[in-house]
């Protein structure tokens, strides 16, 4: 079982320096490049809402049980196996990181990780990495409305982002992973992502000496299904965005937004900081908008997961740090820009008798072009720092 635990937020430490080298150095410049002091300050938003949540008419989501991949007992304890990398930077406005019990972060295993994350190999025709899915110089999404995946087969969902996925509480569109662990080794095995499955990914890698070599050294076994899943996820949670100009002005510096970004936020903490909750900009609950309800075969969404029809078309309130940088938007893509996403966001949903009576509630406000405007310039506010790493050497 992955409990969840915080890893403090302190200083550079040797991790980020060993390994991601210019993991910091190579981000992204739309704010200034001042490496800012992490903290672990509490925000307090200006306008706190203690909206009814939609926990009370929904309750709490159930997750189908699934095989954990860490039934299996660790051969070796990692902790002797590699070097305990013990502190992860935290962008400012980020709450601590959370990572699993039994998959510590240690510098080895987030540099396999991310070798692991670029290699093409792991797809059936050798095209297909993670980041192709997932690219860093994409806002680690993707700009098409459903990924292409091996063979060229479109799936039905938009590609998320990686970004800050460490601090969700289940994985996908419809939270049918509860861990990073247990979402890495799906996208292989999925025919119509990368159309392999782990066991032969496992088999071939183990013929690669330097992946045996470096499993060797974090697990202190041969390549395996589950080091492959630590190891990712490993590296995936130090994919980290913060440092925003909303985290600057709620740091204390007023200047960091611009008026119309202050009129957006206040709109947004009323009307839409009840599921897109700061700081990470989610609840991570699951809600409908009755987005591509319309369709003929529409995507179930949540109900997929539970089997249960109240939960049909609901899908998890996506968390919008970087939101500016991830378009097109909603679970099909369905929307190019991000002003069609407030406009709908904004008009209570779509038509559809499903839609949550949160978002309904919204449909009585009548909303003037210029509120849209501000609250789309809001969302701007929470493009901040993060990593883009560059391809590396594969063994
Ligand atoms: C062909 C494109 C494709 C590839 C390859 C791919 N993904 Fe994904 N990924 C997606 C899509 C689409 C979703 C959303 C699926 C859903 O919600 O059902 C997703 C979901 C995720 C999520 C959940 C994020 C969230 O906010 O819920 C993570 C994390 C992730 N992928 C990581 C990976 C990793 C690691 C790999 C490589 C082992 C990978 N992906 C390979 C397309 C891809
Ligand atoms: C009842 C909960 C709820 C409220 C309130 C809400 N949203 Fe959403 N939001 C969602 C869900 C669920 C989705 C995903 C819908 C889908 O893909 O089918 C979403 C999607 C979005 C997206 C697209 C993000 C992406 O990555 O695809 C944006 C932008 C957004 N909302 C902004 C807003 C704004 C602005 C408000 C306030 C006016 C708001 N939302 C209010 C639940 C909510």
Redesign the pocket.
């Known amino acids: 079982m992955h409990r969840r635990r915080c890893l403090g937020s302190v200083g550079l430490s040797v991790l980020t320096t060993m390994l991601l080298g210019s993991f910091w150095g190579c981000q992204e410049s739309k704010s200034p490049k001042k490496p800012s002091p992490p903290t672990t300050k509490q925000s307090t938003e200006p306008k706190s809402v203690e909206a009814p949540t939609e926990e009370k008419t929904e309750p709490k989501p159930e997750v189908k049980p699934e095989p954990k991949p860490e039934a299996k007992p660790e051969p070796k304890p990692e902790s002797q196996a590699a070097t305990p990398a013990s502190e992860v930077k935290v962008p400012l406005g980020l709450p601590p990181l959370p990572t699993a019990a039994d998959n510590p972060m240690t510098a080895e295993k987030i540099e396999l990780g991310k070798l692991?994350?670029f290699d093409a190999r792991?797809?059936k025709d050798g095209k297909?990495?993670?980041?192709?899915?997932?690219d860093p110089k994409m806002a680690w999404a993707?700009h098409t409305p459903?990924?292409?995946?091996?063979g060229g087969?479109v799936?039905?969902?938009?590609?998320?982002?990686?970004i800050n996925?460490a601090y969700?509480t289940?994985?996908?569109?419809?939270?049918?992973?509860k861990t990073?662990e247990e979402?890495?080794?799906?996208?292989?095995g999925?025919p119509?992502?990368?159309g392999h499955s782990m066991a032969a990914v496992v088999e071939q890698f183990n013929k690669i000496p330097e992946y045996q070599t470096r499993f060797q050294k974090v697990f202190g076994t041969g390549v395996t299904e589950e080091g492959f899943a630590k190891a990712?996820?490993a590296f995936?949670r130090t994919v980290l965005s913060g440092n925003s100009p909303y985290d600057k002005f709620k740091a204390g510096d007023e200047k960091a937004l611009t008026d119309a970004q202050k009129k957006g936020m206040d709109l947004f903490m009323e009307d839409c900081n009840t599921c897109h909750k700061a700081p990470l900009f989610s609840n991570y609950l699951f809600y409908s908008a009755g987005v591509g309800m319309k369709k003929e075969k529409p995507d179930e969404g949540r109900k997929v997961v539970t089997g249960k029809d109240r939960d049909r078309g609901k899908f998890?309130a996506?968390?919008l740090r970087e939101v500016a940088n991830t378009a097109p938007y909603f679970?099909d893509g369905s929307a190019a820009t991000l002003e069609d996403a407030v406009a709908l966001m904004m008009a209570g949903g779509a038509d559809d008798p499903d839609v949550s009576p949160m978002l309904k509630g919204l449909r009585e406000e009548k909303f003037a072009p210029e509120d849209r405007k501000n609250v789309v310039e809001f969302l701007k506010a929470l493009s901040g720092e993060y990593p883009i790493i560059e391809p590396p050497k594969l063994p």
Not at 155 to 162: I, L
Not at 170 to 177: E, H, I, L, V, Y
């Open positions: 692991l994350y792991v797809s297909i990495s993670c980041a192709t899915c997932h993707e459903a990924s292409k995946g091996f087969h799936g039905q969902r938009n590609s998320p982002t990686v996925a969700a289940s994985q996908f569109w419809d939270g049918r992973a990073l979402q890495s080794v799906g996208p292989v999925n119509i992502e990368m990712v996820a995936e998890r996506p968390p679970h």
